[in-house]
């Protein structure tokens, strides 16, 4: 009877109420910059993960703080180049990942991305990493195709010219064309040119589950008991469509030389169907979007009044420089890095967890197993003698000698270290190919007709960020009625 006794009860409360406010202030992250709250709770943080503003939250608190700050009771988020360093590149690719990343498997399997160790990861590398080297996706079987689909972009610009066009769609319908190209060509999409195609992108591009999976991460057992009644309020992941393409493609013989599915068929790496399937849905998923979305912000900011002189001058490097190759355009280059610096498609924090031991970051002690990271959106931004007026879009920063390892050194929109993005050079490819393409052609102007401030603001995803509208309006001028 002693157990019900409420006397007992109470005190029972308070010890472990005590103990718990004990271990929090004495825990070492007491030590870090941040608000008091986070200290006893993450439930501030989870809040903003919901309502899809992690980013940004986690940025003022940068603003506040500074450069590292304390964001939940175990969780620590560094926008210094000492944190990239150590947290990514600390024995070639850095801590391991968190379980955050268990909602990244595909078919229940681990797939580069998704694996959390280093060993893990590095025998799925060794694979993978010759398609995606830079001498690859230099080759003219890869890149012709790719700007074989620029063209096909640019066909979609065309007709519109006299209207608008949701370059959110075609963007991402880009994007789509040129992942699936290089993931197992002939067998990929054409959804620029094709209603059906673009409705597997669409699957991809405007799923809604981040509230779902973030209840699938926090708390794996109610998923399981609640998956039902919980997909009516949030959305479970569901890309039938997709999975149908990368199935079937995946079981395809004689794919192109050039693609991953090609390297992945080779008998030496005794890979299954699903694993091939697996990775590439992942790879199909990280090129979508990030591609996409990048072009899409960076299109919007080029195209508004403020930065119109930037438009203009992207111009007058391409027409002057018919014959120079899109990789060797130092107005172009600068332009692309400003937007991926303002507008990084992956903004926000890489979760790792600190090794055995724990380690000394910036100078504070953080003990094994807190999970630590940094965001791209705030190391492009808190260091203001590397990044002076942050907010500002400026592509000239890049092209200034002084400061510029430093600013190559901060740059994080494709993380660093073994465990960065292995797309990178086919996605600068894309990037540059596409604006030298259009730019050549066309003045792009915001229809505000179709749209209104709030549609271009930073909404998060799991991951990645897009346009909260899902929607992106530019008006079409040929180059030739409008040069000045
Ligand atoms: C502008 C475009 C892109 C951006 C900004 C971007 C950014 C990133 C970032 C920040 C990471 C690290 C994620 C983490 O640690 O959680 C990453 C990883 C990755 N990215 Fe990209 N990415 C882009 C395009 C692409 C493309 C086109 C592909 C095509 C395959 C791709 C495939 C991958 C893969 C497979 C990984 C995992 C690498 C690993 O674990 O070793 N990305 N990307
Ligand atoms: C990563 O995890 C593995 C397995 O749990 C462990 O053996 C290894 O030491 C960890 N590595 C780091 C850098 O924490």
Redesign the pocket.
């Known amino acids: 009877m002693l157990l019900l006794n409420p006397l007992f009860l109470t005190v029972i409360g308070l010890i472990v109420g005590i103990a718990y406010v004990w271990q929090c202030v004495t825990s070492p992250l007491q030590k870090l910059p941040g608000p008091k709250i986070s200290l006893f709770t993450s439930w501030l943080l989870k809040y903003h993960e919901f309502r899809a503003q992690r980013t940004k939250y986690v940025h003022e608190l940068h603003l506040r703080y500074g450069p590292v700050v304390r964001i939940a009771p175990n969780e620590a988020s560094f926008a210094t180049l000492e944190g990239i360093k150590e947290i990514y590149g600390s024995g070639g690719s850095g801590y391991n990942k968190t379980e955050f990343y268990n909602l990244f498997t595909v078919y229940g399997r681990r797939t ?2 998704s694996s959390l160790t280093k060993e893990e ?1 590095a025998s799925r ?1 060794k694979i993978l990493a010759d398609r ?1 080297a830079n001498t690859n996706v230099m080759k003219s079987s890869s890149l012709d195709g790719i700007k074989e689909r620029s063209q096909r972009f640019i066909e979609r610009c065309s007709k519109s010219v006299g209207g608008s066009l949701d370059v959110f769609i075609c963007l991402h319908d880009y994007a789509f064309d040129c ?1 699936t190209h290089h993931l197992f060509h002939p067998y990929g999409s054409d959804s620029l040119r094709h209603e059906m195609d673009e409705e597997v992108m669409k699957q991809v591009t405007f799923d809604d589950s981040l509230q779902n999976r973030l209840v699938q991460y926090y708390n794996p057992p109610l998923h399981k008991v609640m998956g039902n009644v919980l997909s009516i309020f949030a959305k479970p992941r569901l890309t039938p469509l997709a999975d149908d393409l990368v199935i079937s493609a995946s079981g395809k013989t004689e794919p192109a030389q050039f693609t991953l599915l090609s390297r992945m068929q080779d008998k030496n790496y005794d890979m299954q169907q699903m694993e091939m399937a697996a990775e590439c849905l ?2 199909m998923a ?2 979508i979007d ?2 996409g979305d ?1 072009l899409c912000f960076l299109m919007w900011q080029i195209s508004q009044p403020v930065s119109f002189h930037i438009q203009r001058r992207l111009q007058a490097e391409i027409l002057a420089n018919p014959d120079v190759p899109f990789d060797k355009l130092p107005y172009l280059d600068a332009v692309v890095s400003e937007g ?1 610096r303002c507008f ?3 903004p926000m924090s ?1 979760p790792r967890y600190v090794p055995a031991g724990g380690r000394t970051i910036n100078g504070y002690f953080i003990p094994e197993n807190t999970i630590v990271s940094c965001q ?1 959106y705030s190391a492009h931004r808190i260091n203001e003698v590397v990044f002076p007026e942050p907010e500002l879009f400026n592509p000239d920063r890049w092209l200034e000698r002084t400061g510029e390892l430093d600013r190559k050194r901060l740059f994080f ?3 660093s270290g073994g ?6 050079h ?2 600068l490819a894309e ?1 540059k190919i596409l604006l030298k393409d259009l730019y050549s052609r066309y003045t792009t102007l915001p229809d505000y007709t179709e749209m209104t401030p709030s549609d271009m603001e930073m909404a998060d995803q799991l ?1 990645s960020s897009q346009p909260r509208g899902k929607k992106c309006f530019l008006r079409l001028e040929p180059l030739t009625e409008f040069k000045s």
């Open positions: 580069m991305f990861h590398k995606y992942i992942d790879h990280a090129g990030t591609t990048a991926l990084p498609a992956i890489l791209a929109a494709f993380a465990r960065g993005c292995i797309g990178k086919l996605a990037m991951i």
